[in-house]
């Protein structure tokens, strides 16, 4: 049987199925014979290491009310299947995206349409917050409709199992499974009000002060009140949630980049909405040099994520970079609960395999274990699952500035994180040395650990062929050396295999399960991974070096040479 064409599968939604808003719209892309036709039709929407996430408009590869509508109603039979004997509740948040609050609506419609149970915020609201609620308001599920920090024509939907953290196997699948069983014609859309359950700002105590218990470590709140920091939403959701916590955690010195704590999905001050980016945190930056500020702080759109400046050896703000602010928070807490006397050998940290080594280093200096997982938040908050009742989480990081502390929110909390590198900052300051200084004298305990993030964006239906060419080449063809260093160790995840190159041997990898990544490990310690993105067009490749410094006189040069070196492995990568 022959595949259908892009436009067959377009005039399928010119049917009475489809809304005359939807026909019109999906009409004009037919008739103008607009390239966005083929983009927005040949494939449908995957649930990637994010959940579905995609650009907003008509067809099967775009974010919409049928889309939206499918994926809900497919959950909803799935949560039937799994809970039949209980009533069901679900609990929904939504960001400041475009139409994140019509589709928050819209998917509460679908879920009480089924009869299901559904507690509904009544404004933006942090995904990490939505995590939290599954777990305290005991629900079966959780969805948050979001995009991270994409630029503002994407939106997107997450699903949240009743541990509060992200779908994992074997539910994802399974959700999955029946979402593309659904078709577009059974999706049930008249919702019943009635099942509603409404969640305004009562339930941001509740988590704030979660966030309070589970991330603060100073008791006697050292520095707290001298500590300069200025924060930003980005137009995001924290401007409900953020400036509150800092308050009441006892932080006073607390200036707001003012423009930028309006909520919107435009993002009209910048062109980003990503903290990682430095452009994102140019305002926020500049009134830390009129405030004289010692941190530096923002968020992305749905409040999950975090980038943090500080100042330098030279007393200039710098943004660290994601392994660099996840290094100073769990040094910082392993080292708060050893002196605690809680370490008992039971404990574990979460991280991924594109994140920094030096998190194997940070686990053994206090007696942890370092547990790893595919990329993305889902499977951190797997190995909570796992391992409940047999080892104590303490805290998780990825290199994409995401970070947890404690396992009452199961997912990446910017909160918490945001709390903790406040005190950290107020400690140091109180003790005559600099949040920056500390990570210089983690650096001397365990050795310099430098990454760089190569993004190669390939957009569209060619650009997929084009990325899956690029990991065919480099797993049938691996480099034998990296920047002049050999390559000693291939580990291919979607083969699950580590093949040694100097002994030749392969063994099988059953631990992590099967993902389309390569890491290459050479002999001088550089360790490249290469991934295509699971939520946009991009193919990814993640570069850590690796050097040993015994001063702080050293930092400067040290850092010049590992930056040298990666632009080396750029060059041999021909990126």
């Known amino acids: 049987m022959s595949e259908i064409s892009t436009l067959e599968k377009a005039k399928v939604w010119l049917s009475d199925t489809f809304d005359e808003e ?20 040949y494939r449908e929407l995957e649930f990637g290491t994010g959940g579905m996430r995609g650009i907003m408009g008509v067809g099967t590869n775009r974010l919409n009310k049928y889309t939206l509508g499918q994926a809900t109603q497919g959950l909803a039979n799935y949560l039937h299947q799994q809970f039949s004997n209980e009533e069901i509740k679900v609990a929904i948040a ?44 005991k629900c079966h599920a959780g969805i948050v409709l979001t995009a991270s920090h994409n630029p503002p024509e994407y939106n997107g939907y997450k699903v949240y199992w009743n541990d509060g953290a992200q779908i994992v196997p074997p539910h994802d699948d399974a959700i999955i499974k029946e979402v593309y069983s659904v078709q577009f014609s059974e999706i049930k859309f008249q919702g019943n009000d009635d099942l509603i359950e409404w969640i305004g700002a009562e339930q941001d105590d509740v988590y704030i002060n979660a966030c309070i218990e589970n991330s603060l470590y100073q008791k006697d709140k050292i520095g707290y009140e001298n500590l300069n920091i200025v924060f930003t939403s980005i137009h995001g959701t924290t401007y409900a949630t953020i400036p509150k916590a800092l308050e009441k955690a006892g932080f006073k010195k607390i200036d707001l980049v003012r423009e ?11 062109d980003s909405p990503n903290p990682e ?42 943004l660290l970079n994601g392994n660099q602010c996840n290094t100073i928070l769990t040094y910082y807490i392993l080292d708060q609960w050893k002196k605690g006397g809680k370490i008992t050998g039971k404990e574990f940290i979460g991280s991924t395999i594109v994140t920094s080594d030096i998190f194997f280093d940070i686990a053994e200096k206090f007696g942890v274990d370092c547990k790893v997982g595919l990329t993305g938040f889902k499977w951190i908050g797997k190995m909570i699952r796992d391992f409940e009742g047999k080892e104590k989480f303490i805290c998780g990081g990825e290199e994409s500035f995401g970070f947890m502390t404690g396992d009452f929110v199961r997912d990446k909390d910017s909160c918490g994180s945001i709390l903790l590198a406040c005190e950290i900052a107020a400690w140091c300051k109180a003790n005559g040395s600099s949040v920056f200084q500390y990570m210089i004298e983690i650096y001397k ?12 964006v390939k957009k569209g239906r060619e650009g997929a062929i084009e990325i899956e060419q690029m990991m065919k080449n480099f797993r049938e063809n691996p480099p034998l050396e990296i920047a002049g260093s050999p390559v000693e160790e291939i580990k291919d995840f979607k083969e699950q295999t580590c093949h040694v190159v100097s002994s030749g041997a392969t063994k099988l990898m059953n631990d992590i399960p099967k993902s389309n990544v390569l890491i290459y490990y050479t002999q001088d310690g550089t360790k490249v991974c290469v991934r295509p993105s699971g939520t946009e067009p991009k193919i990814k490749f993640y570069v850590s070096v690796k050097d040993t410094i015994s001063s702080e006189a050293e930092f400067s040069e040290k850092l010049d040479i590992l930056s040298e070196k990666i632009d080396r492995v750029k060059m041999a990568l021909n990126l």
């Open 260 to 270: 930028q704590m309006i909520p919107s999905g435009n993002f009209p001050t910048v």
């Open 22 to 41: 939807t026909r019109r719209a999906v009409e004009m892309l037919i008739n103008s014979a607009s390239p966005d036709l083929e983009d927005s039709f």
């Open 277 to 318: 980016e430095p452009a994102a945190l140019e305002m926020a930056l500049d009134l830390a040099e009129l405030t004289n500020a010692d941190i530096v702080i923002g968020t992305d759109p749905d409040g999950d994520r975090l980038g943090i400046a500080v100042r330098n050896l030279e007393g200039k703000m710098q």
């Open 445 to 456: 305990d365990l050795g310099m650990y430098y990454e760089g993030l190569i993004n190669v």
């Open 94 to 137: 939504y960001d400041v995206r475009n139409n994140s609050r019509e589709f928050g609506k819209l998917v509460a419609d679908v879920l009480t349409a089924n009869g299901i149970k559904v507690l509904l915020f009544k404004d933006h609201r942090p995904t990490p917050e939505l995590s939290f609620t599954v777990r305290h308001k």
